[in-house]
């Protein structure tokens, strides 16, 4: 009997619902990808890239992790936007958070979680950045919230830093930068108003978005 043979049903019945659909569909997706976007999202499995903006495979470039972060010194990231940027040609970067991030809920306390609170440390700088500004909130939930938003912004200045994002608009190419977030109790996504087409740009709009409502 084959492990997960539930899964391996699923597929199988995923591929022939997709045949009978668009019987040339997975030939032309073996032949070529060539997706517009770039989606930088979270692990978090209640947030699938693909099914929250409705595209099929081969539309949607993708790159995960713990609370959607952009570190410079993570070149499994950087690797993913070279990627994208040099070789598939995206026109939109979509650096998308999430409400409810366990991610940012595990850095906003003080329990210990592990090999993970070394990663969680960059949103605790983030935290300690913007530390008047969510102390000020008094309600905790609302507090994490916010954090969540801020989060996503700080990661869209992280993608338009690299030198991948700023080489590719030196050269002329068509980018933009996207700050998103995305609620869990609704499935709605939520535009925080932040994008990003050129270095000069940035400043500005990072301003705008840090200081206005926020989630509004």
């Not at 970067?93 to 329990?111: E, L, P, R, T």
């Not at 068509?174 to 925080?192: C, F, M, P, R, T």
Request: hydrophobic share 40%.
């Amino acid at each position: 009997m084959k492990t997960l043979s539930s899964l391996f049903e699923n597929n199988r019945n995923w591929a022939q619902k997709v045949n009978r659909e668009d019987p040339e569909f997975f030939t032309a997706l073996s032949n070529q990808q060539n997706p517009e976007y770039l989606w930088i999202g979270c692990s978090d499995s209640r947030v699938p890239a693909n099914e929250i903006i409705g595209l099929r495979p081969g539309e949607v470039f993708v790159h995960r992790n713990i609370a959607n972060m952009v570190i410079h010194t993570d070149m499994n990231c950087l690797s993913v936007i070279q990627y994208a940027v040099d070789v598939l040609k995206v026109k939109h970067i979509i650096v998308c958070g999430h409400y409810d991030c366990g991610g940012v809920k595990g850095a906003m306390s003080n329990q210990s979680n592990g090999l993970v609170d070394n990663w969680l440390r960059h949103i605790r700088d983030i935290y300690a950045k913007y530390e008047t500004t969510l102390n000020a909130i008094e309600d905790e939930k609302s507090r994490t919230e916010k954090l969540c938003e801020i989060n996503v912004i700080e990661q869209v200045a992280n993608v338009c830093h690299t030198t991948i994002v700023q080489d590719a608009w030196k050269r002329g190419q068509e980018l933009a930068v996207h700050g998103w977030i995305y609620a869990l109790q609704n499935g709605l996504l939520q535009d925080l108003h932040v994008c990003v087409r050129e270095l000069d740009e940035l400043s500005a709009i990072y301003r705008l978005a840090i200081d206005g409502e926020l989630g509004g």
